[in-house]
């Protein structure tokens, strides 16, 4: 029996060796001289210290999620870690930003990008979803949270019914965390005007194929009987395909986000943002070794976004914006959609982190086209 189990176990590293060998191999280089490049840039674009105006604020909330075993009629308790940041002089009326991570990721991934926010006068707030940051889960119910597409937007109304706000002005969402942040764009009333970063959808990404297979390890991950035997590989996995150290529950977390993810889904969101005139700023770069670039020229293209369309933003920090007239008044509904597609030839899949000046810019212009 014992040999037989092991036996199993052979088997299957063996079959995801077979399906991911040559794709790691092809991206491990690059991935690894992204990420060197991505930490240069961070260290320049962190700010030196917290402005004196500025609070920074780190709550626990008990939220409730629903639970995906049948057997189970109560919701999960999870005591869920936020972060918030803004002016000390802030009133009710200051633009709130709601910012959701990338997986795996956390809250603090904003940090600095939300005092620079907080300086313009908004208020930012960077929950810890789930299982990530210091939002943890007891081992045996990491399985249990809702992670499909219906159970984040569910997750997200939740979290900013506990938060009470009836009102996000910008809803800024990165890599995959901008599964969420289309749907909730798309059917969230509460959402006024949506930034999307390193932003993923319309088919899998480079390490979402074959998607079958994320699928796959999904599930070998959530049998009782492999769980310990496969859950610690992960962290090497992340390593080896350029992501920083990770511990065992924010990848878990991360593959259920990949297995579940509608990515042709996403263009239809687009479209309803689109169609309800809600303003929007999509970012990524060339320089991004996770999202290939036929990834968001897909998405754009999808609503009329065109190629001359889209903002470049180059070493040189010369802006090329074509021109582009904006009818009607800032403080009254547009005729039009308001959008903003921005291209930067630098700051890898963090942009967050790493173009956080020109970033703030944007998303300050952006926020003259959200009504009020």
């Keep these: ?61 008990p939220v409730k999620f629903k639970s995906t075993d049948p057997h189970k009629v109560e919701d999960i308790a999870v005591q869920l870690n936020v972060q918030t940041i803004s002016r000390h002089d802030a009133s009710p009326s200051d633009p709130v930003v709601l910012a959701l991570h990338g997986m795996p990721g956390d809250g603090g991934d904003f940090h600095n990008l939300s005092l620079q926010l907080a300086q313009h006068g908004m208020k930012c707030i960077a929950p810890d979803f789930p299982g990530c940051g210091e939002s943890r889960l007891p081992a045996n119910e990491v399985y249990s949270i809702d992670y499909s597409p219906t159970g984040k937007a569910d997750m997200l109304n939740r979290i900013l019914d506990e938060l009470k706000l009836e009102r996000v002005d910008v809803l800024i969402s990165h890599s995959a965390g901008s599964f969420l942040g289309f749907r909730a764009a798309a059917e969230n009333d509460r959402i006024k005007s949506a930034v999307f970063l390193n932003f993923l959808g319309g088919k899998p990404h480079r390490y979402a194929r074959p998607h079958n297979v994320i699928q796959f390890f999904s599930r070998l991950l959530k049998n009782p009987r492999l769980q310990s035997f496969y859950s610690p590989l992960l962290p090497k996995f992340y390593e080896l395909i350029g992501f920083a150290r990770y511990d065992v529950q924010p990848l878990q977390v991360a593959i259920e986000n990949v297995a579940t993810a509608e990515f042709e889904k996403i263009l239809d969101h687009v479209e309803t943002i689109k169609n309800k005139k809600k303003p929007a700023m ?9 999202v290939e670039l036929d990834i968001p020229y897909n998405i754009l293209n999808h609503v009329g976004i065109k190629e001359s369309d889209i903002i470049n933003l180059c070493r040189e920090n010369n802006i090329k914006e074509p021109p582009r007239e904006i009818t009607g008044e800032i403080d009254k ?22 173009q956080i000046p020109e970033l703030t810019k944007h998303i300050i212009d952006l926020l003259k086209y959200v009504h009020r």
């Excluded at 999509?282 to 996770?290: E, G, I, M, N, R």
């Design 282 to 290: 999509f970012c990524f770069a060339t320089t991004d070794k996770l």
């Design 333 to 354: 509904l547009l005729p039009e959609w308001y959008y903003k597609a921005v291209q930067f030839d630098r700051g890898g899949h963090l942009l967050q982190k790493t």
């Design 1 to 61: 029996m014992q040999c037989c189990s092991k036996s199993c176990h052979y088997y299957f590293v063996c079959e995801l060796t077979k399906q991911f060998r040559s794709h790691l191999k092809f991206q491990c280089r690059n991935l690894l001289t992204s990420s060197r490049l991505e930490n240069q840039q961070i260290k320049a674009d962190k700010l030196p210290h917290q402005p004196e105006n500025i609070g920074h604020n780190k709550l626990t909330l």
